[in-house]
């Protein structure tokens, strides 16, 4: 197995840490920022550096105004974006409109993707994914989903109720999944200025990293025209399969980048910080703690680099994806809490990133499947293998 880099990536490695560090790190105590995420402005700015510098929407083809990284690639250049809050946003590589872009240019038709598609990689627009929903409908399990589109001559009406919607506070474009009666899970492309589309409030949540927060929405008889399925009617589900395990993959790469980022600060602080007559780090608790770090983060970026390969090769990855998923977000989380508890007081409060990376990153062992649905998944994987040649069976 051959794990080094190529000469162009590390090349472009350096030109995205470069880039992060001198002109989106400077930005991170930019006033334009609030418990719902950068505003509208702050992100423009941040859009215009990264289009100046060459780095926007890496993951997007030549074609649409990107890059064209493999995921392999992805993967290098979506930690070094996430070394700070904002990397993501600046790159157009942040949750949802990257997995959104990643859905359109692979499903969408070629009207939809001038319309929908091109403006996205430009980073003229944002977008969100409305697909989970307040209790009793879709959550973890997708098929209690209880939004509903009925055909009425050349449109849909759509109904229901959506929630913890990413984005949706300033977003132009809604991908809404719902059940068409006869058909099955649908998704459908809509302007969220529609008439019926309703976003009731923004939700308070402990992260602040995503450009318009979580917002709790409403269709009230939204009419979409047929023309504007993504996909086929009924296909939503298998379409949306496309998406989940790339999203799923590049959270892992953002939130590597900013965990490395909390490191990196703690190192430091072990470094300068005395106790006891000497520095901190040269104590095992802490010492320790750093090293735990560094295999953490060293075995999370492996994983990463599998499932990218996997994806790569054509295939769907939703083993890999899956797995990925629960290793990555509970080494991340393992590491930035470490950093909290190496930093002490100073861990908990503003006087450091790491509280703030600390909140944002709790909710990435919720976000695109629970560890817990996750493991079931691959548990019942595992169980329909075939069973190894030496059977075991109960005893009479």
């Not at 001198?22 to 700015?45: A, K, T």
């Not at 598609?117 to 307040?134: D, K, N, Q, V």
Request: charged share 20%.
């Amino acid at each position: 197995m051959d794990f080094s880099i190529s000469e162009p990536l590390l090349a472009l490695q350096q030109r995205v840490r470069t880039f992060i560090r001198e002109e989106v790190i400077p930005l991170e105590s930019d006033c334009r920022q609030g418990p719902h995420g950068p505003e509208e402005g702050l992100r423009r700015v941040l859009i215009e550096r990264a289009r100046a510098a060459g780095l926007l929407s890496p993951h997007v083809s030549p074609h649409y105004g990107g890059m064209g990284l493999s995921h392999h690639a992805r993967a290098v250049v979506f930690e070094e974006a996430g070394y700070s809050p904002l990397g993501p946003i600046a790159l157009n590589i942040f949750a949802p409109d990257e997995g959104n872009m990643h859905l359109l240019e692979a499903v969408a038709t070629p009207a939809q993707k001038e319309r929908w598609l091109r403006p996205l990689a430009l980073g003229e627009i944002r977008s969100c994914f409305c697909m989970t929903e307040p209790a009793p409908g879709a959550g973890s399990d997708p098929r209690m989903l209880a939004t509903t589109a009925v055909r009425d001559g050349d449109d849909y009406v759509i109904n229901g109720s959506k929630w913890f919607i990413t984005g949706a506070n300033g977003a132009t474009l809604a991908i809404i999944m719902a059940v068409v009666p006869g058909s099955g899970a649908t998704m459908f492309l809509a302007d969220m200025s529609a008439k019926g589309i309703v976003i009731e409030r923004t939700m308070d949540s402990l992260d602040t990293c995503f450009p318009g927060g979580h917002g709790v929405i409403r269709f009230d008889h939204l009419r979409v025209a047929a023309a504007d399925i993504l996909g086929a009617e009924g296909s939503g589900f298998s379409f949306a399969q496309i998406r989940l395990s790339p999203a799923r993959l590049t959270h892992c790469m953002r939130w590597l980048g900013a965990v490395r980022r909390a490191h990196d600060i703690a190192v430091d602080y072990a470094r300068h910080r005395h106790a006891f007559g000497r520095p901190i780090g040269e104590h095992e608790g802490v010492g320790f703690g750093l090293a735990d770090n560094d295999m953490d983060m060293h075995s999370a970026r492996l994983v990463i680099m599998h499932c990218a390969w996997v994806l790569d090769q054509g295939d769907l990855a939703l083993r890999e994806s899956s797995r990925a998923k629960v290793i990555v977000s509970e080494a991340v989380w393992r590491v930035v809490d470490r950093c909290v508890q190496i930093l002490g007081g100073r861990g908990v409060t503003g006087e450091s990133l790491v509280a703030r990376i600390f909140t944002d990153i709790r909710a990435f062992r919720i976000y695109d499947g629970p560890s817990e649905v996750h493991r079931w998944s691959l548990a019942k994987h595992l169980l329909k293998s075939p069973p190894s040649p030496e059977k075991h069976h109960a005893p009479d």
